[in-house]
Each structure stands twice: as structure tokens, then as C-alpha cells.
Nanobody, 126 residues
Framework: QVQLVESGGGLVQAGGSLRLSCAASGRYLRLLFSNYVMAWFRQAPGKEREFVSVISGRGGTTTYADFVKGRFTISRDNAKNTVYLQMNTLMPEDTAVYYC???????????????WGQGTQVTVSS
């Protein structure tokens, strides 16, 4: 069992930056965190949850949604059981609840992920 807790959301002006964190915990996780693929998704009001970025267990492979390429960077620190999403040049359309997810398979569909955090709100004002 894996528990995920996101943090770092907030209100920022367009063009600004935020860094989201997702801390993972669970029995034996310290030994297994690098086995988990970690991903970020987001959901805006009235819209479906959409893929943002994913990183492989040891961090060697990453994938981004087209709308965040060049602006967002995903990374992880396996010693701290934490994954990050650095978000730069934020735009009002980035406003959403951002969710961290974990699973043992690499993918961009929310259907693949068994474990989810509670989400953190990101609001970008124009």
C-alpha cells in the first residue's frame, strides 16, 4: 500500500513558477520506491483528468504532455521518496487540481495508476 501526499500548490500570477512535491509513504516503501513509476495529472473544473508528466522509477525516462513541454520539469529523489513538478511560465489555463499518482507500469493514462494523492490546487491569475 502506498500513500501519496501532494504539496506546493497555491495562487500565482501568470508567468510565475511553482514547485509541487509528492511525498510517498507506506510499509516497506523505503526499499521499493524506485520500483514505482510516478506521474502527475491535473483536473480543471468541468474537465476530465488529464496527463501532465511521468517519470520512470530511477528517473531515466520522462514524458510530458505537449502543453507543458519546455515549461514543466518532473524529477524525483528516491532517497526522500519524493517526486517533484517544477512549473515555470505558468498560464491561467494551467489552473487545476494537480494529482500525484504511482504504479509499477509506465504510462500516460490515469487508468494505469493504482495509487493517488488527494491533490493540490494550483491557481494562475491573469
Amino acid at each position: 500500500q502506498v500513500q501519496l501526499v501532494e504539496s506546493g500548490g497555491g495562487l500565482v500570477q501568470a508567468g510565475g513558477s511553482l514547485r509541487l512535491s509528492c511525498a510517498a509513504s507506506g510499509r516497506y516503501l523505503r526499499l521499493l520506491f524506485s520500483n514505482y513509476v510516478m506521474a502527475w495529472f491535473r483536473q480543471a473544473p468541468g474537465k476530465e483528468r488529464e496527463f501532465v508528466s511521468v517519470i520512470s522509477g530511477r528517473g531515466g525516462t520522462t514524458t510530458y504532455a505537449d502543453f507543458v513541454k519546455g515549461r514543466f520539469t518532473i524529477s524525483r529523489d528516491n532517497a526522500k521518496n519524493t517526486v517533484y513538478l517544477q512549473m515555470n511560465t505558468l498560464m491561467p489555463e494551467d489552473t487545476a487540481v494537480y494529482y500525484c499518482a504511482a504504479d509499477d507500469s509506465y504510462g500516460t493514462s490515469a487508468l494505469y495508476y493504482a495509487y493517488w494523492g488527494q491533490g493540490t490546487q494550483v491557481t494562475v491569475s491573469s
